[in-house]
């Protein structure tokens, strides 16, 4: 994305837990980023913040590529090894299919 920074962007994505587990309270969390804060209270869902002083995108919903890709980067073992890692600061999440995005 245009105007990120690689070495300080971030991604938050809210991985759990669910509500719809057996005796799981649901998870929610708030980011805050230049000057703004987004709740986050669905699984599933992440914002991205290009720098420290840019207001959150999102919430989005992250797809089922986003988020193989995102399991590889993490070196989580359920990722699919098929998904080769794309720097997420090459292209604009928000218009190459790899996330999609929910506005509020």
Known sequence: MEGADA???SLILLRGPAASRPGE???AIDVTAGGRTV????IGY???????DHAPIGPFLLSDEGLAQLAVLLGDPRGSLAVQPQDPLAAD?????TFDFVDY
Do not use: H, K, R, W
């Open 46 to 52: 992440a914002v991205f913040v290009p720098t420290p």
């Open 25 to 27: 309270i649901g998870g």
């Open 93 to 97: 999440p928000l218009t190459t299919g």
């Open 7 to 9: 070495d300080s962007a």
């Open 39 to 42: 709740p986050v209270e669905t």
